[in-house]
Each structure stands twice: as structure tokens, then as C-alpha cells.
């Protein structure tokens, strides 16, 4: 039995490597994604472009203008003279954000009834527009702390005092680049397997398996075999590279991670075989595939938070199995966690990779056309 | 004449072939209904931990805050070891700790500190927890101040306002970023796949060998699969306006052209693919996927702010036409007919689909000779 299982995965790879072309498509897209993705996909924001129009003459509208132009996040595009340029500024994107202090600001704060520091903020992307404006709020605020204790003032009854545990800088990558694991790892498993049955069934040849003394487990785990082992090498690729490349910390057991990458690759490839056992064409392959991928990667979490959801939709991404396994790879990534926290997540992979495996042995017996 | 034929020969292909109708319209439905429910950056109702080891009117004013804010969805908790726990289990997001001294050091004004933690794996919805979190403080402050029979008179105030899209809805720019995503899968994976499918059946050609001119079977292809893409747009639109209540500040008409012109170039991009990609579905599907698809979702402005990208990203960004395509929708749905957006953003649009027009001619001769 292992002889005639060895002899198809032989021939699997053989079809998948031997072609110059699919070989490359299984080599190095997913790295230069994982490259670029690794480093476009960031919600932190650098050189927030800014224009200030300042009425006022005095130093201390000066001062707080300056500490804008100081942080690294703010880069100053223009200086303004009239309120009249503000609207096309933010119209054609130039800026993001425009300050505008009035006439009267630094005799205001003087005199203790405050200077109105007006920001408008292009909200196209109301995402940023919120941070942006979180920014300029700890700026803000830091200035006018800073003048009540030179001045003596009262300091505010409580203050605020924010920690952020597992990602102390909440640095976006962190968050993103794990999560590259997890997608890319089912895009080219996901690939590589719908298309095994589908051509076969397309060129005939499937049918030939089929008069062989092959049995169908054989099939199946002459199939599932390849598949597993480039999902796992891709995997273990990206997770180098993540730890070497991009320097997120691993804290947790790689053998923790390895037992999830395992699971996940195996629900990867029972989803890939069973939509690839029941299209008779690759391009009906393909666009299974397609309609699989594309919600399960938006929907995982991998980007929005599967917690902003409506409920209904909250449940549809149960089905997903790269929603429990963007969770281990962050949690143990990051926090370090065991088994006992990520047990939850484990339980539903493996059902998932059970059920859909044994769909698609049940569709290499009964789909004969 | 001829033409005519071709046209209405590849028209019957489209119409005869289920799968592509299932891409031209059936995907699109899917994708919005998905993305426009599932993909949401506004975090609202988040969980988190509230202790209160010194109870009494402060503390209670300040959590009376966090309860009104409907972004918080506040659980009290006995200790801080009880919270940590559902920290850790992921039930609470953050936790909010008023220790044992916070309302002596309250009445001494000594300024005590308000322990904010949050989980910062997420990265993204941490900050904007931060900034809810601050904002209820700012708020709780300035009531304190009020009912001390004082006026907080703070030396700077913030008076902020956020243009063109002042609900702070995510939603509202992306489901027109959604129309980019939509249009590049009609328009490149749908003609990649169909014309891979031709030259491996070598139906291409045959083609060859008959009378028409290489122009000819070019608009032959793109006219009926343009007819398709158009059709898909028409759906979008009427799912954003009355499905995402999205609004439209633009010209109708406006974003009509646009969309036809980047509908030209998405088509252009796939028959480039699949002309490139040798006629192996295979390696055209995993092209399309790879430099259509994930691009648009990543390298567009759809999600991730392009300004936030390091310098080498953006200006790979500049090769993509989702860049150009993202940044006209979000300008016509949200801002108006910004002609300085609009502008350049359509030239772009409109020299790559030139570009991928003449490299699909040129090739397509080559393979005569």
C-alpha cells in the first residue's frame, strides 16, 4: 500500500515541479508578497501631511505649531494666508489635515480663557482620519499640560495612564506580518490542490486512477500528501522570515505553532480537494477556489477585526479555517501562548479538515463524468 | 462584417459558459455582500474589563462615562487578577483599573493615575481604543470641572472637524474601494482564465489561421467581456446606494466613465496575463490572483493609507491601476467632482491600459510567426 501511495505522491510532485512555470509560481510570488504585504500593510501612520494657516502673531500658537512640525509623524506641506485655500488643499488629497489658529490664540491662552485650535480633517478614509486625530490629540494635550506646569496651573484631577501588553508600541506589523502566515500559506495550498483533481478529471486520467488497484483513502492521501508538504514548507518559510526579516518576536513553542500550521494545512487541503473533486473542468476549480478564498481571507480577521461584524456574519466565519489559525499564529507569536489558551482554536480546524477530507474521497467514487 | 461575427460568436461563449456569468454577476453580489458587511473598521461596542477598588462618586462618575460611550461595552470585575484573566482569554479587549488610592490622592489632588491596558496584538483597534478611551476622559474632566463650579479652562481646546465624511462611517469609503475590487476580478481574472482556456485547447489557434486581423480578435474579446464587467458595476451601484445607503456627492456620469475606463484597463491587464502565462490556466489563474487581486486589496489606498507605506511600496503602488481607480471612487462618492483628483488619476488609468493594449498586439503577433 505505502509503495502505491509513494508512486502517485511521486507523480504529484513530478506534475507540479516539473513544469518551470508552476514551479515558480510556487516559489517566489509568495515571497515577494510576503515582502511587500509585510511592509504596505500598515495601519500606523508616518508624515500625516499637514498645512497650518496661523492668524496669530504671538509665540505661543508658535510653540504648539512647532511641536507638530517635531514629531515624525507630521510632515508640513504648506504655510497658509487665507482660509480660502484650505478647501482645495484638502479637496485634491495635498494634505490631510489643516491647523488654523485664530488671531487671537497665544493672547487667549494668556489670559486663561483658552485658545480654539481648529482642525479639519479629510475623512475619505475615516480610519485614518480617526487616527490622525488621536495623534493630534496626544500633541495637544501634552502642550497644554506642559504650559500648566510652567505656569504653576493645577494640574487635572486624574490622569490617564495606558499600557498596551503583547505589542508595547503597537506596531502594525506585528499584527499584519504573522497573519502573512496564515494567508499566504492557504492561498498556494489552496492553488495547488484544486487544480490536482480537476485536471485529471479534465484530461481523463482520473478515471484511469480510478480501474487502478488504488483504493480511494489511497487517492486521497496520494492527493493530500503533496499538498500538506508545500503548505508546510511555505508556511515554515514565511514564519523564518517573519522572525529573521521582520524581527517579530516569537514567544511561544514552535511546536505549538508547527501542531496548528499541521491542522490548518490539512483543513487547507481537504477545502481544495473537495471543491477540486466536484468541478469536472480547472477553470470550475478555479473559481471554487476563487469564491473560497476571497471570503475566507476578508473575513479571518486578517485586516478588520472579526469582532466589528454583524452577528450573522460573525457566524459565517466559523466556517473558516483561517480564522482559528490566525489566532494561534498571533497569540503564540506574541503572547506566548499554550496549548490550554488555543484549544479552542485546534478542535474546529481538525473538524473542519475531517469532514471536508472525507467529502472529497466520497466524491472520487461518485462523480464519474 | 467579420468583426460582427467574432463578436457575436464570443458573446454566445460568454452567455453558453455558466462559469463566467457566475464571475460577471454572481461574484460580484457575493463580494459586496461580504466586504460591505464584513470588512468594518469602526469599532464599536468593545469589551472591557471595569475595577474598582475604590468605589464611591469619582470612580463612579468616570466608569458612568465608559458606559454611555457606545463604543464600550463595560464588564465590572472583582480584582485585577480576574481581569487580567479575561484579558488573556481574550473576552475583554482592555481593562480599566482605579486602584485603592485613586480617590484619597483624588481628594488630595494628587492627580492619581487611571491604569488603562489594552491588548496591543491588534494593533489598529488598540490605538482606537486609546483614542475612545481618552476622549470619555476628556469628557468625565471637563464635567468634574463644571460641577466644581468651574470652567475647565485648558490652554489649548480642540475643535475638530472631520470633511467629507463627518458619521466617521468606514464603511463609506470602503464600499467604494469594494467597486475596484469588484471590477479587477471581471476584468482581469475573467479574461485571464478564458483565454488561457483557449490556447490550451488551441482554439487560439485556429483563430490565427483564419482572415481576421489581430485588432480585430482583440476587441472581438474585450467587447463582450467589457459588456459583462459593465453590467457587474451596474450592480455594485446598486448595492452601495441601497444596500450601504453609501452617498454620492459626485457626478453620476462622472464615475460612469471612470469605472468604463478602468473596466478597459482591468481587461487589458488579463489579457496580458494570459497571453504572458503561455496558456496554462494554472499559472494564469496564480498570476491573476497574484497581481491583480491581492494588489487591490493591498496596494490600493482600498484599506491600507499609501502614504503610511514605505517609500519603495508607494512608488511600486504607482504600477497598479487599482491605486488610480481607488482614489477617483473615494473622491466622486465622498467628496465631488475634485477635478484635480480626477484628473491625473484617469490619465494614469488611461496610459496603462494603452500600454497593456499594445503589449497584448505586439505579443499576440509574435506567436503567428
Known amino acids: 500500500m505505502f509503495q502505491r501511495i509513494y508512486a502517485l505522491i511521486l507523480k504529484e510532485f513530478l506534475a507540479m515541479l516539473l513544469d518551470p512555470k508552476s514551479r515558480a509560481t510556487i516559489l517566489i510570488p509568495p515571497m515577494v508578497q510576503l515582502v511587500i504585504f509585510g511592509y504596505a500593510a500598515t495601519f500606523d501612520l508616518n508624515h500625516i501631511k499637514y498645512a497650518v494657516f496661523n492668524e496669530d502673531q504671538g509665540s505661543l500658537s508658535r510653540q504648539l505649531l512647532s511641536r507638530f512640525q517635531g514629531s515624525p509623524a507630521f510632515s508640513l506641506k504648506a504655510a497658509l494666508t487665507s482660509d480660502r485655500e484650505i478647501a482645495p488643499l484638502l479637496d485634491s488629497r495635498e494634505v490631510l489635515v489643516v491647523l488654523h489658529t485664530g488671531p487671537r490664540c497665544s493672547e487667549n491662552i494668556l489670559n486663561g480663557s483658552g485658545c480654539n485650535l481648529q482642525v479639519l480633517i479629510d475623512g475619505r478614509n475615516s480610519n485614518t482620519a480617526m487616527l490622525a486625530l488621536n495623534y493630534i490629540r496626544d500633541i495637544v494635550s501634552g502642550f497644554s499640560m506642559d ?136 477553470q470550475q476549480a478555479l473559481l471554487g477556489g476563487f469564491i473560497f478564498l476571497v471570503p475566507a481571507v476578508t473575513l479571518s480577521g486578517f485586516a478588520t477585526p472579526i469582532d466589528n461584524m454583524p452577528p450573522f456574519m460573525q457566524y459565517i466565519t466559523l466556517l473558516d479555517p483561517m480564522r482559528y489559525f490566525l489566532i494561534i499564529v498571533r497569540r503564540v507569536f506574541l503572547e506566548g501562548a499554550g496549548f490550554e489558551l488555543l484549544w479552542p482554536q485546534f478542535w474546529p480546524m481538525m473538524i473542519i479538515a475531517g469532514v471536508t477530507l472525507t467529502v472529497s474521497a466520497w466524491f472520487f467514487r461518485h462523480k464519474m463524468y | 462584417m467579420r468583426l ?46 471595569i475595577v474598582t477598588e475604590s468605589p464611591g462618586p469619582v470612580a463612579s462618575s468616570f466608569t458612568g462615562g465608559l458606559y454611555n460611550s457606545e463604543y464600550f461595552e463595560p464588564e465590572v470585575m472583582g480584582s485585577i487578577q480576574e481581569a487580567v484573566e479575561a484579558l488573556n482569554r481574550w473576552e475583554v479587549k482592555g481593562i480599566v483599573w482605579l486602584k485603592s488610592n485613586f480617590a484619597r490622592d483624588y481628594m488630595k489632588q494628587k492627580s492619581p493615575p487611571i491604569s488603562v491596558m489594552v491588548n496591543g496584538i491588534d494593533a489598529n483597534t488598540a490605538r482606537l481604543v486609546e483614542g475612545y478611551i481618552s476622549g470619555v476622559w476628556a469628557q468625565w474632566l471637563e464635567l468634574q470641572a463644571i460641577k466644581a463650579g468651574q470652567t475647565l ?35 482581469a481574472l475573467l479574461t485571464a482564465l478564458i483565454i488561457a482556456r483557449e490556447w490550451e485547447r488551441g482554439t487560439m489557434e485556429a483563430l490565427l489561421v483564419t482572415p481576421i486581423t489581430v485588432t480585430e480578435m482583440l476587441v472581438g474579446k474585450l467587447v463582450p467581456y467589457f459588456l459583462l464587467g459593465m453590467g457587474g458595476f451596474a450592480l455594485a451601484i446598486f448595492m452601495a446606494f441601497f444596500l450601504f445607503d453609501v452617498p454620492l456627492q459626485g457626478s ?57 507605506m514605505p517609500g519603495p511600496i508607494q512608488a511600486l503602488t504607482h504600477l497598479m491601476a487599482a491605486r488610480y481607480y481607488v482614489a477617483i471612487l473615494q473622491t466622486i462618492f465622498l467628496a465631488g467632482n475634485v477635478w484635480s483628483v480626477i484628473m491625473p488619476n484617469a490619465a494614469a488609468l488611461a496610459l496603462m491600459a494603452l500600454v497593456f493594449l499594445l503589449i497584448v498586439w505586439r505579443k499576440t503577433v509574435k506567436t503567428l510567426d
Open chain 2, 4 to 49: 460582427h461575427g467574432f463578436i457575436r460568436k464570443e458573446w454566445l461563449q460568454v452567455l453558453r459558459d455558466p462559469s463566467s456569468l457566475a464571475i460577471a454577476f454572481a461574484l460580484p453580489v457575493i463580494l459586496l455582500l461580504i466586504f460591505g458587511y464584513g470588512i468594518s473598521l469602526d469599532a464599536k461596542h468593545v469589551k472591557i474589563a
Open chain 1, 147 to 282: 504650559l500648566q506646569r510652567e505656569h504653576g496651573g493645577n494640574l487635572p484631577p486624574a490622569h490617564l495612564n495606558v499600557r498596551a501588553w503583547f505589542n508595547p508600541n503597537l506596531e502594525s506589523q506585528w499584527f499584519i506580518v504573522p497573519g502573512i502566515v496564515a494567508m499566504l500559506g492557504l492561498v498556494v495550498t489552496l492553488v495547488v490542490v484544486c487544480l490536482s483533481v480537476a485536471k485529471e478529471h479534465e484530461a481523463g486520467t482520473f478515471d484511469q486512477l480510478l480501474v487502478t488497484p488504488l483504493t480511494p483513502l489511497d487517492i486521497l492521501l496520494g492527493k493530500t500528501i503533496p499538498g500538506f508538504m508545500v503548505g508546510m514548507f511555505e508556511g515554515s518559510v514565511i514564519i523564518l522570515l517573519a522572525v529573521v526579516w521582520f524581527r517579530v518576536p516569537l514567544n511561544g513553542s514552535l511546536l505549538i505553532l508547527y501542531t496548528g500550521l499541521a491542522i490548518y494545512c490539512l483543513s487547507a487541503v481537504g477545502v481544495g480537494l473537495m471543491i477540486s473533486s466536484m468541478s469536472t473542468t480547472q
Open chain 2, 153 to 187: 479652562s485648558l490652554p489649548v481646546n480642540l475643535d475638530f472637524r472631520i470633511w467629507y465624511n463627518p458619521a466617521v462611517r468606514s464603511r463609506n469609503f470602503l464600499v467604494p474601494g469594494l467597486f475596484a475590487i469588484v471590477m479587477t476580478l471581471i476584468g
Open chain 2, 252 to 308: 453620476f456620469l462622472l464615475l460612469l466613465a471612470c469605472s468604463a475606463l478602468f473596466l478597459v484597463t482591468a481587461l487589458g491587464m488579463g489579457l496580458v496575463i494570459s497571453t504572458i502565462s503561455g496558456g496554462s490556466q494554472f499559472v494564469a489563474a496564480q498570476a491573476a490572483i497574484i497581481v491583480t487581486f491581492l494588489p487591490a486589496f493591498l496596494l490600493s489606498g482600498f484599506i491600507f493609507d499609501i502614504t503610511s
